[in-house]
């Protein structure tokens, strides 16, 4: 829902002029959402949308499509001619120095950048200075409000749940020496969610033995591995609840069929829960000294662990990713390695911490979410795994 005071308040708080909202053809869904557009209508000519400080907005929109904004607050200017379209825009932007879009620097956050380079020259050469309006779209997209908070715990108990689907049905089947492959627990992992009323955009990662190795494996039935007595096993899920603006639960854990796991993967696991930890302590001390924390400084935490164990070329991925109504949402990343990401953790967001170590023979991954209060206070969901499941002596 579109609030101007509250995004007012915001710009005044990262002491930015203004917020130029952009979009042409569904360009830029960071903007729609942000002003309550519905998605499904996509306009067909340019719009943009001035939010100051201070003050009233103005609309620049289309002389066939004058009707795009009517929703929101604010004078309206109408073009008609690229050069109107032109001076239009330096109208809307003259009076101000510093002018948030969204728009990444060298594109060094991509989730952020929705807006196309000649529109970028377009609105520089009025001579505004224009930022990134990353802090921004984190705050009006990225957090949640207490119903999305329970949404979430209610999740979490669903797929934690689902690792007792997962590793019983392993336990079932190799016991009763029949034969399981990997999207057959995929599917039981699957109905699980059905059955909860949960949905999801894609079934769950389960992989065997070099699978796991591959951080983005996909199980394809007929080209999956069976699922053996001695096996390591990694199980990644992720859903919510059936229900609008519900918010995801991301989770991965490890297990070996057996019931004494070997040493080797033992040493492994322990580098990459260290890793997890280190980001985890990272965060909380961040809001425990009430400073600003960015998303690169916790992938530092966790990456520096495993580059000490000896392990850092086999740590691919970022720590972690934003979450919200989609399982990787639109925050802050926990990320110095694909990008350099500089957006803060803010309050009241949520973001999985997630690092792996990735051998040819097996890989390992740990994932936990975290959810930052509105009061500051540092939330670990998912349950820490402390050890590799032996699945025989549990289940």
């Known amino acids: ?44 000519r340019r719009f943009f949308y001035l939010i100051p400080a201070q003050g009233v907005p103005r609309k620049l929109l289309h002389r066939i499509e004058t009707f795009v904004l009517d929703t929101l607050p604010g004078e309206k200017v109408v073009y008609l001619r690229w050069q109107e379209l032109q001076n239009g825009i330096k109208e809307l932007v003259s009076p101000f120095k510093r002018v948030a879009m969204e728009y990444s620097p060298k594109n060094a956050i991509p989730y952020v950048s929705h807006v196309d380079a000649g529109t970028i020259e377009m609105v520089k050469a009025t001579g505004v200075e224009v930022v990134s309006s990353g802090d921004l779209i984190t705050v009006f997209e990225a957090t949640w409000d207490d119903a999305q908070w329970q949404m979430h715990l209610e999740a979490d108990q669903h797929t934690q749940a689902g690792y007792d689907i997962a590793w ?28 909860q009323k949960m949905t999801t955009y894609h079934p769950p990662i389960v992989g065997v033995g070099p699978h796991s190795g591959d951080p983005h494996y996909e199980p394809v039935p007929l080209k999956d591995s069976e699922i053996k007595e001695g096996d390591f096993v990694l199980v990644d899920l992720w859903a919510k609840m059936d229900k609008p603006r519900a918010v995801y639960s991301d989770l991965t854990r490890v297990g070996f069929v057996g019931k004494h796991v070997p040493e080797r993967y033992k040493e492994i696991f322990d580098i990459v829960a260290a890793a997890r930890d280190a980001a985890i302590e990272r965060v909380k001390e961040a809001f425990a000294e009430k400073r600003d924390l960015r998303g690169w400084e916790v992938d530092d935490a966790a990456r520096e662990v495993i580059k000490k164990a000896g ?77 590799v499941l032996p699945i025989l002596a549990k289940y």
């Not at 869904?29 to 998605?39: F, K, M, N, T, W």
């Not at 019983?168 to 059955?195: N, P, S, W, Y």
């Not at 691919?316 to 109504?325: D, F, N, Y």
């Not at 973001?351 to 991954?365: A, K």
Request: proline share 2%.
């Open 168 to 195: 019983g049905l392993i336990a079932e089947r190799v016991r009763a020496k029949k034969t399981l492959r990997e999207v057959d627990v995929q599917k039981a992992i699957m109905d699980h969610f059905a059955r």
């Open 311 to 387: 392990y850092g070329d086999a740590f691919v991925h970022r720590t972690g990713h934003s979450i919200g109504q989609e399982t990787h949402g639109n925050g802050a990343n926990m990320d110095n390695l694909e990008t350099h990401d500089e957006r803060r953790v803010l309050q009241r967001t949520c973001f999985s911490i997630e690092p792996g170590i990735y051998l040819p023979e097996f890989g390992v991954r740990s994932e936990v979410n975290v959810y930052i209060d509105g009061d500051g206070e540092v939330h670990v969901t998912g349950g820490l795994q402390t050890e």
């Open 1 to 44: 829902m579109f609030d101007l005071n509250a995004i007012q308040s915001s710009l005044r708080d990262l002491k930015l002029d203004a917020w130029l909202l952009y979009d042409f053809r569904g360009s830029n869904p960071l903007a729609r959402r942000v002003l309550g557009l519905d998605e499904k209508a996509i306009n067909s």
